[in-house]
């Protein structure tokens, strides 16, 4: 007899095991079983009345397409071929009977375990066959309960949360919203009801983990000192639970003075003898603060304002207004002094006018000044330019705020200085202190023989690369076109220019830099890089097979640069000696913001323009943007964050400024796909009021955003 014979006579299960033999050499075990289909849910035994049906089910997996043939008793049910098997109508000869079913795929067969039908002649009540099992999950997740009932079908399902129905939960399994840590305990059961009774399930306790097992820190300006802006390590929000249903606004973190600054994070620190999660938040008020990020507590605030001091008057510039206090965002370092430390560089006056810099070390756990803090910034530095005496330039410090983000950076803070707006006289300062004594450590002016410059970059901070070279973008200001015989300009004016310092040895050196060829005009015409930030890149490979350092700005010209770091380019009068220059196809407007990378990925946010994405390939930016936000930003754009976990659930997020704060939520993928913004939800629930030059913080579940009165906290909703 030929095998198309034999096919007509034996069930679908045989015949594929048939074929599957046939195709093997050889004796012996077959060495494709792990291959063969899967049976994940077994038949279910099952009682009915006399008269009803019974509804029998698998789940299986293998390689689709997957065959079933049901059997009752050992042969083959005629025509039930599907996962599922509805007997016909009952009689009192099938009480007993055995139930199972082949399930085949292309590599084989596997025979489910028999399931026995009952048919009684009166209803039988339910019983709980399996009880529902404790679940325990971290904040942010969902947990499944289900139960599996013996006794007459069919049955209805309502489950209870400590005691109380669940709405619209009426199925054999229920699932919980995105869980909080108000449902840490909560005890989950059913009532399994049919036409004979019911039966209610034992309670089973959910466990939600508290979020002191956070690991994820946020410890300096946009997450790290390359300023990529991305936080790979979010596991709770994902592409799926960041919409208007699930995820909006917490709380509020309400402070005193505005909130200019980027909020850091640390997790599992030790206050007042028990483990927080904690959100350091500093003002223009000059005062710092710590909250609890689970239960939106204050756990410490501290004054940096002298004795009969008050916070600086806005200095007649309407960047920050109507105070000056702290601008800058700190910068922590958890293992330094006793219990860690937070720098914060802090602006004040006195009843005479006079003016304060000062630069503060504080204790992470109570916000105690600690040894030698703070330190007075004074400094001056060779040179005849503006505010120079006897041959020094000399910080004053009425002058300057400290606007970008502090690095730190082997052992020093590095602060550096920008005007209020372009009020003369200043110069481009940047000054580092040991970390440990707040000794000043180094100094460099970037103008020392001119005039303005300064490092303002919209908040941005220093940039760092492994290699422990500065990279930043410096203002308007003088540059002196004529260079010395390695290039240099002679006067050792850098305005205007992409900069990179040295640190050997903690002392500042200008190492390269780049600048347009009509670096000059640029300047006088307000069009400089100084309103946007830096950020060093990962390494990249060419399509030489050659290993690229890269760092990437853009200011009010419209242009991306992308630089070299290994050769930057210098100044050439007719032309821009640059690795790369994005001048069509890229960004539409004035950069007064920082952009943020993520997998292979720049993202920037211009003046007017919309949010855009631009791949990365052999090293270098693709146009057009790969995607775009449907929405244009306004003025001053925007700084995007990046959450991940790895490279999956990318999520970029966006504050836009228009009358009123408005957080976005875009898949990382795509920004024309928008999962999330603060206005979509009813009546207002998640409006607050905008800050200028603000970049969200994303840490454990959470995105933090400064306001004029604090600090709002979204997160996923009970």
């Not at 709405?167 to 059913?190: L, Q």
């Not at 330019?385 to 300057?400: E, L, M």
């Not at 308007?476 to 990179?500: E, I, R, S, W």
Request: charged share 10%; glycine share 10%; with cysteine.
């Amino acid at each position: 007899m030929d095998l198309r014979s034999l096919n007509r006579l034996l069930p679908v299960a045989v015949i594929v095991g048939l074929i599957f033999l046939s195709s093997c050499s050889g004796g012996g075990s077959n060495s494709n079983d792990s291959a063969t289909p899967t049976i994940t849910a077994q038949p279910s035994s099952i009682t009915v009345v006399l008269g009803q049906t019974a509804t029998f089910s698998v789940t299986a997996t293998g390689t689709s397409p997957l065959e079933y043939q049901w059997q009752k008793n050992g042969s083959n049910v005629s025509g039930s071929t599907a996962a599922t098997y509805t007997t016909p109508a009952t009689t009192s000869s099938d009480n007993g009977s055995k139930f199972d079913v082949v399930v085949a795929d292309s590599a084989g067969s596997k025979t489910s375990a028999q399931a026995t039908l009952t048919v009684s002649a009166t209803p039988i009540a339910p019983t709980i066959a399996t009880q529902p099992a404790n679940q325990t999950v971290t904040v942010g997740q969902t947990a499944t309960f289900s139960v599996v009932a013996n006794g007459t079908s069919p049955f209805t399902y309502q489950w209870q949360k400590n005691g109380s129905n669940i709405s619209g939960a009426t199925a054999v399994s229920y699932t919980t919203p995105a869980t909080t840590s108000s449902d840490n305990g909560s005890k989950f059961d059913v009532i399994v009801t049919n036409s004979a009774g019911s039966a209610t399930s034992n309670q089973a306790t959910l466990t939600v983990s508290s979020s002191q097992t956070s690991t994820v820190s946020v410890l300096t300006y946009h997450n790290d000192v390359a300023r990529t802006g991305q936080n790979l390590n979010e596991t709770i929000l994902t592409r799926t639970n960041v919409n208007s249903s699930s995820f909006g606004k917490l709380g509020f973190l309400s402070v005193t003075g505005l909130v200019d600054a980027e909020p850091l994070y640390v997790p599992n620190l030790t206050v007042n003898g028990a483990s927080h999660n904690v959100v350091f938040v500093a003002t223009e008020h000059d005062l710092v603060y710590a909250f609890d990020a689970d239960t939106f507590a204050q756990l410490w605030q501290v004054s940096l304002t002298g004795a009969n001091e008050t916070t600086s008057d806005d200095r007649g510039c309407g960047q920050v207004t109507p105070e000056i206090g702290v601008t800058s965002t700190p910068v922590i370092d958890p293992a330094a002094g006793p219990h860690g430390t937070i720098w914060v560089v802090a602006m004040s006056k006195d009843s005479s006018n006079n003016y304060y810099q000062r630069l503060h070390a504080l204790d992470l756990t109570t916000g105690a000044e600690l040894s030698g803090s703070p330190i007075t910034v004074q400094a001056t530095y060779p040179g005849t330019g503006d505010n120079s005496s006897n041959g020094n330039v000399v910080f004053d410090p009425a002058q300057y705020k400290e606007r970008p983000g502090l690095l730190l950076l082997n052992g020093i803070v590095y602060t550096s200085w920008s005007s209020h707006c372009d009020a003369s006289p200043y110069t481009a300062w940047v000054i580092g202190y040991n970390s440990s004594t707040l000794q000043q450590a180094t100094v460099i002016d970037l103008t020392p023989n001119g005039h303005m410059g300064s490092a303002w970059m919209s908040g941005a901070g220093l940039a760092a690369d492994s290699s422990n070279y500065i990279y930043f973008l410096m203002a308007n200001g003088t540059f002196d076109t004529t260079l010395d015989g390695n290039g240099f300009p002679n006067q050792q004016d850098y305005g205007n220019a992409f900069v990179k310092l040295s640190t050997t040895n903690n002392q500042l050196a200008v190492s390269d830099y780049f600048t347009m060829y009509d670096t000059v005009s640029e300047s006088n015409g307000d069009v400089d890089l100084g309103s946007g930030g830096a950020l060093v890149l990962p390494d990249m490979t060419d399509s030489n097979n050659q290993t690229r350092h890269l760092a990437v700005g853009a200011g009010k010209d419209s242009i991306i640069y992308l630089c070299d770091r290994d050769s930057m380019g210098k100044f050439n009068g007719s032309t821009d000696n640059i690795y790369q220059e994005v001048t069509s196809n890229g960004i539409s407007g004035g950069v007064w913001a920082m952009p943020a990378y993520f997998n292979n990925t720049l993202y920037y946010g211009a003046v007017g323009d919309n949010l855009k994405a631009f791949a990365f390939s052999a090293a270098k930016l693709v146009t057009p943007p790969s995607s775009q936000s449907s929405e244009a930003f306004g003025y001053p754009g925007t700084t995007p964050s990046i959450s991940a976990n790895g490279t999956s659930n990318g999520i970029v997020w966006a504050v836009e400024n228009n009358n009123g704060g408005v957080l976005h939520a875009y898949d990382a993928t795509n920004l024309a796909n928008e999962l999330y913004n603060s206005n979509q939800a009813a009546n207002g629930r998640d409006n607050f009021s905008d800050n200028k030059y603000v970049t969200p913080m994303i840490a454990n579940g959470k995105v933090y955003v400064g306001t004029p009165t604090g600090v709002i906290v979204f997160g996923l909703l009970n």
